[in-house]
């Protein structure tokens, strides 16, 4: 296999006996393993450097993990599916549409669906916050999830500019 140029890798989690694994991959091409039927068309909130190898946990681990997506589009559902995979619970997801977020987060088995994210961000106190919103309205929702101190995945730039990030 070639040496990969320094890019972001997306993780997908695949069962294997019992623990996650997550594959590398790069550019839309597999390096690794098959991925999941349904999270490979929508991006993964897991990444991690090209330099780094192939992590291995147990699904335990995860599932005392509380999670909340911001944005209820394919990306949010993505991060979504992603997080359910690996064992995170995703207690709550935000978007600006309220019929949007509710219909996503019934289908996905969300108990809360909101358009007031800073306040449900507050409720919820979740330990992961994943944004897939616009890039403009990143560096917000960021600030106030390390506020909350909230660990955060993002798949797209911080904010628009090298200055605002």
């Not at 990444?47 to 589009?73: D, I, N, Q, W």
């Not at 977020?101 to 994210?117: C, E, F, H, M, N």
């Not at 306040?119 to 916050?129: F, G, I, M």
Request: proline share 7%; net charge positive.
């Amino acid at each position: 296999m070639p040496r990969l140029a320094p890019q972001t890798i997306t993780f997908l989690p695949l069962k294997s006996n019992g623990m996650e694994t997550l594959r590398g991959w790069w550019c839309g091409r597999e390096t690794s393993a098959e991925p999941l039927p349904r999270i490979a068309k929508i991006a993964s909130p897991l990444t991690l450097s090209p330099r780094a190898a192939p992590l291995e946990r147990s699904r335990e681990a995860c599932m005392a993990l509380k999670a909340m997506v911001l944005g209820a589009g394919s990306a949010g559902e993505g991060h979504s599916l992603a997080l359910q995979q690996a064992g995170v619970e995703v207690v709550a997801m935000a978007s600006r549409t309220a019929a949007v977020v509710r219909k996503v987060a019934d289908d996905l088995g969300i108990r809360i669906a909101s358009t007031d994210w800073r306040r449900t961000l507050a409720e919820v106190k979740p330990d992961v916050v994943a944004i897939a919103t616009p890039g403009d309205t990143h560096v917000e929702m960021v600030e106030a999830a390390l506020a909350q101190r909230c660990h955060i995945l993002i798949d797209k730039p911080l904010a628009p500019t090298a200055a605002e990030a």
